[in-house]
């Protein structure tokens, strides 16, 4: 059964934006905190920024705070992030991720469910 499909992901000069979608099922968008991990090649998965069930909390990984907006519409069980000056090193796989409170946000830990991914590839 599948709980969490990405979409919005493609090719983009350096400097531009995408907008990542995350459709999600009812049960798994009641999770406390849903959000968006990212893996390149050759690298291990790492946090890129997480929502807290109201949405009103949030949280960013370094690297992308300050380019980055995750939102969530409750209404529609939808998650989103929001690209804008993409650089080359953002380029990765971006997974949607839905889970409870018990570890750091910034640790996949807390992941209960994950989508397919969907890849970002940013040209320099």
């Known amino acids: 059964q599948v709980q969490l499909v990405e979409s919005g992901g493609g090719l983009v000069q350096t400097g531009g934006s995408l907008r990542l979608s995350c459709a999600a099922s009812?049960?798994?968008?009641?999770?406390?905190?849903m959000g968006w991990f990212r893996q390149a090649p050759g690298k291990e998965r790492e946090f890129v920024a997480v929502?807290?069930?109201?949405?009103?909390?949030?949280y960013y990984a370094d690297a992308v705070k300050g380019r980055f907006t995750i939102s969530r519409d409750n209404a529609k069980n939808m998650l989103y992030l929001q690209m804008n000056n993409l650089k080359p090193e953002d380029t990765a796989v971006y997974y949607c991720?839905?889970?409870?409170?018990?570890?750091?946000?910034?640790?996949?830990?807390?992941?209960?469910?994950w989508g397919q991914g969907t890849q970002v590839t940013v040209s320099s």
């Open positions: 929502a807290k069930w109201s949405g009103a909390i949030t």
């Open positions: 991720a839905a889970g409870g409170a018990g570890r750091e946000y910034y640790s996949p830990g807390w992941v209960d469910d």
């Open positions: 009812e049960r798994t968008f009641s999770r406390p905190r």
